[in-house]
Every structure is written in C-alpha cells, then in structure tokens.
C-alpha cells in the first residue's frame, strides 16, 4: 500500500509535490508491532524518524526514583522523535507502543538528504520545532499547579490546539486515552483525575460525548480556569 497519503498529513511533508513523496516514501519502511514495544531508550542514538501510521506511542522520561514523566502520547499521522535529528545528539526521551502499532520507518540519512536539498522542509521543520516547544512549555505549565482540575484543563486546551474539532457547540475532542494515561501526563493519581472530571464538569467547562469524545464549549474559559483558591503564584504540588 502506498504510503504517499500519510506522508501528505505530516506537516514536516504537506508542502512536497507528488513526486518528491513519492521519492521519500521508497525510502521508508514499514511494520507492524505489539503493544509493549520499546523504539528506543533515553540516551540511544537517533536512528531516524518515526511515524505513526495507527496505534499509539507513549513518549516518557523517567526519574533516577523510578518516576515516569509522560511527554506526549503520539497517534496516528504523527511523528516521534524529530528533535535530535537535528542537534546530532541522543534520544532526549524513550518511547514504547501503548497498543499494537504500525510504524512507518524514515532512515536518519535519508532524512538529511531532505530537509538539506528542499528548503520548504526546512521552513516546516522549524515550524515544527515551534509547536513542540510550545507543548513542551505547556507540560512545565501544567506541572506548576497545584490543583490536579487545573492541570487537566490546560491539558485539554493542549489537546484542543492541536487537535480539536471546532463545531457549533465548541471543540470536540477524541480523548484516546485512560484515566490512568491522563494522570501520567500531568504528574497525579488516577483517583484524583477521576475527581476532576468530574469537577470540570459541574462547572460546565468540559461536556462528555460519549466512552472516547469530550466537548469543551468554550476553550478560552477552560484556559482561563484556576481555582478560588488559588492563586498564579502556587506551585506546591
């Protein structure tokens, strides 16, 4: 099967002619693997480029304790570990498969070849780049709070930037991760997530739309969201 039509959804990829994708999906590999799969580990050297073509990807640091930071969870028509392509340096993070995953394979060489013979990849690359600082950015953000409502509703208006929906009614959402995923990603207890949902909720901030889809009817308001009792300058956790 040709994989021209994934590569056309990568912003890294959408500016390239039919041909120049063509000439990239050649150089690509495909495969499927199981749930539990490791890519790679922190401090490895980069390979090449990942993309996700379906299942999903867990991106994590973990802690000298033990403790696992949750990056991203990357789904389908994303990319895994862009960043050190470009510095020469390891893998800043490791990644493992959360559900049986097929990758699409872009060998490091070829993707220097690339980017250095076609400026606009250059242009997306960098743009690219942006929004993953920006993400990276809203990760330390969220951690900063000390209300665990709080930091599932900057998650949620991460999710809605990048992924939202936007209808009549608001933004929908196609939450495609566990409680236990969510928590993870803002450094709490998967009780305490379960607390506050049901918090944003009440408060009308979030609406369910079913097992897997979330409506946020206003985002600037959920953006807005901090507590009573707290204030800007809170960091105790």
Do not use: N, W
Not at 10 to 26: G, K, M, Q, T, V
Not at 43 to 69: A, D, H, M, N
Not at 78 to 102: C, K, M, Q
Not at 133 to 152: G, I, Y
């Amino acid at each position: 099967m040709s994989l021209v039509p994934l590569l056309r959804q990568i912003p890294l990829f959408s500016e390239l002619d039919d041909a120049a994708l063509a000439r990239l999906a050649e150089r690509c590999v495909a495969r499927t693997v199981r749930a539990g799969h490791v890519l790679f580990t922190t401090g490895e050297e980069c390979r090449g480029l990942y993309i996700v073509e379906s299942g999903r990807v867990r991106i994590f640091r973990t802690s000298p304790e033990g403790k696992e930071q949750v990056l991203h969870i990357e789904g389908p028509g994303r990319t895994v570990a862009e960043l050190p392509l470009f510095d020469g340096g390891p893998y800043p993070a490791s990644a493992v498969t959360i559900e049986e995953t097929r990758l699409v394979f872009l060998p490091r060489a070829d993707f220097e070849h690339l980017y250095r013979t076609h400026p606009d990849i250059a242009h997306a690359i960098i743009r690219a780049l942006g929004r993953r600082l920006r993400h990276l950015v809203h990760v330390t953000e969220t951690l900063a709070f000390r209300d665990v409502a709080a930091r599932l509703a900057l998650l949620f208006v991460g999710y809605a930037d990048r992924a939202g929906r936007t209808t009549e009614a608001g933004v929908e959402l196609t939450l495609d991760r566990t409680q236990e995923e969510l928590a993870l990603e803002i450094g709490a207890a998967r009780e305490s997530v379960s607390r506050a949902l049901k918090q944003l909720r009440r408060k009308g901030l979030i609406q369910p739309l079913g097992r897997d889809r979330v409506l946020i009817p206003d985002v600037d308001r959920l953006r807005a969201y901090l507590p009573a009792s707290e204030g800007p300058k809170a960091t105790r956790r």
